[in-house]
């Protein structure tokens, strides 16, 4: 018999069949343990799951996994799978991690791997989170403000700040920035008057472009909250982006509203001079 011959007596569903098997060979599977957060506002508890964990997978695809074999009415909040999004947040051992760059093969076989929800935001179902406080923030940001006297495509800049301006618009607006922040995350009565890493260097980027003519210092101060900022790094640390959120983003901004409002020259031109007797 042929191989066109041979290949023509397999059923469709063998064919099939063949084809994962030709896929599959050669890869090490096995089963880890997973503990998913289940519930929603009133409460919940973490659940326990044994999963199969396939070579090259990540966080995100065991989930799906649970989803349709264990847990159809598991709630996750997902969609490129490709870290690009934003969407897949959550907390992984404790540390908030995109799930779809979280590679498996960061853990041993034998360990427990926890899947909790944003902390800092609250929980909607499962791993679904309201992050709707990031959206009102985001409307707080005044616009790009255009030079007046300059029209539309005339505008120039420098090459450097170009690239400073490239790096901020790099985030995908995950928020693992705005969840790790010890402002938000264990100060709920913050939340009102502090806009959060991820809206300081979208301001920080306005304020630095040469070309926008809102000056944005003492409001980012005064009524953003960037004195409570203490310059941890923290948000640093988790952003999938790798921003140099508070070198390159909040320290140059907080320098700049000291420049302003500690200058010795522009208080006193600013001092209102006294009445002469």
């Not at 649970?66 to 490709?82: E, I, P, S």
């Not at 870290?83 to 947040?89: A, L, R």
């Not at 907080?254 to 302003?260: G, M, N, P, W």
Request: proline share 5%; charged share 30%; with cysteine.
């Amino acid at each position: 018999m042929s191989i066109t011959e041979q290949d023509a007596a397999v059923s469709p569903s063998e064919a099939i069949d063949n084809a994962k098997a030709k896929a599959d060979d050669g890869k090490q599977s096995y089963t880890a343990h997973f503990r998913v957060w289940r519930g929603d506002a009133s409460g919940g508890e973490l659940v326990d799951y044994d999963v199969e964990v396939n070579e090259g997978e990540v966080v995100l695809d065991i989930i799906h996994r649970l989803q349709q074999t264990q847990a159809g009415d598991l709630a996750v909040r997902w969609n490129c799978k490709a870290g690009k999004c934003g969407s897949c947040s959550a907390e992984v051992n404790g540390r908030p991690r995109l799930m779809c760059m979280t590679r498996m093969s960061i853990f041993g076989q034998d360990d427990v791997i926890t899947v909790t929800p944003m902390r800092s935001f609250p929980v909607l179902k499962d791993l679904v989170t309201d992050v709707s406080y990031n959206y009102k923030k985001a409307q707080e940001v005044p616009a790009f403000a255009p030079p007046p006297g300059i029209a539309p495509g005339e505008y120039r800049m420098a090459q450097v700040d170009v690239q400073r301006s490239q790096e901020f618009r790099k985030c995908i607006e995950c928020f693992l920035c705005q969840n790790v922040c010890h402002v938000v995350r264990d100060h709920e009565d913050n939340k009102a008057a502090f806009s959060g890493p991820r809206f300081f260097i979208r301001y920080a980027e306005l304020d630095m472009h040469p070309n926008d003519a809102l000056d944005r210092k003492k409001m980012v101060q005064e009524e953003r909250g960037l004195g409570y900022c203490n310059i941890t790094k923290c948000c640093t640390e988790v952003c999938p982006e790798h921003i140099k959120i508070t070198d390159n983003g909040i320290i140059p901004m907080k320098e700049r509203v000291v420049d302003v409002k500690y200058d010795p020259i522009r208080f006193l031109r600013r001092k209102p001079r006294s009445e002469k007797r």
